[in-house]
């Protein structure tokens, strides 16, 4: 079993809806990062959070917006999203809080589909 | 720049075959560590090994072994004996100690299928 949880599993939104996508983790880890995934691609990193900081955005539309509510949580809001958005959102964590050294544990991810 | 590459798209094998999934990496630091992860169609990535630049023991871990070669600048992974449940993506990444901090590079994926 993944120790990093992933909710909803599936999501289906339309272009004007608001929601979020949740992560947890209870390993004491310090970085948590969002990874977007298409089809046949490999993750393409969005987010990293250090220390519960925002360390690192990829230049990400800001019709994605991350949380960190603690160094537990981590959270993807989502709003105004378009049709190219529909992914699978995988959300990560690394004992190292720098995130340099340490392997990825991944969540199962969101499958998510904008219509 | 850090650049991960995998030339293998695909690979489809016969159950008991061994396979060799090749990776090949590109770093200006001198210090940097490189992963397999593998991806089977529930969709979670699963770590599998992590290697450091200082460190180029070859590495066996039941059916699985790894061949790391910094004169070549690449790390081989080798299923002996393939198995149905071996079927999966298998992503090579690269991560940088120096620079980059936080940003795993990871390559485009080898997608093997093991046949019964």
């Known amino acids: 079993d993944t120790e990093v949880t992933q909710t909803p599993k599936h999501l289906v939104m339309g272009m004007t809806n608001k929601k979020s996508l949740k992560c947890e983790q209870h390993m004491g880890h310090r970085a948590m990062y969002w990874y977007k995934q298409k089809a046949k691609k490999p993750p393409e990193l969005m987010f990293v959070?250090?220390?519960?900081?925002?360390?690192i955005n990829e230049s990400v539309p800001s019709r994605f917006s991350p949380e960190c509510p603690n160094s537990s949580l981590l959270n993807l809001h989502l709003h105004a999203l378009q049709p190219e958005d529909s992914a699978l959102y995988l959300c990560a964590s690394s004992q190292d809080g720098l995130g340099r050294t340490g392997e990825l544990f991944f969540g199962e991810g969101s499958r998510l589909t904008v219509l | 720049a850090q650049k991960v590459t995998q030339a293998q798209t695909e690979i489809s094998v016969v159950e008991k075959e061994d396979v060799t999934l090749d990776c090949v990496y590109e770093?200006?630091?001198?210090?940097?560590?490189l992963f397999w992860y593998k991806q089977p169609p529930s969709g979670e990535l699963v770590f599998l090994i992590r290697r450091n630049s200082f460190d180029e023991q070859n590495e066996i871990s039941g059916r699985y072994s790894w061949n790391f070669q910094k004169s070549t600048s690449s790390f081989n992974f080798t299923i002996t004996a393939s198995q149905v449940v071996d079927s999966a993506v298998y992503f090579c990444?690269?991560?940088?100690?120096?620079?980059?901090?936080?940003?795993?590079?990871f390559g485009d994926g080898t997608t093997l299928t093991v046949k019964p």
């Open positions: 959070y250090s220390y519960e900081k925002l360390s």
């Open positions: 770093t200006r630091d001198t210090t940097y560590y």
């Open positions: 990444a690269l991560s940088e100690v120096s620079t980059n901090a936080g940003k795993s590079t």
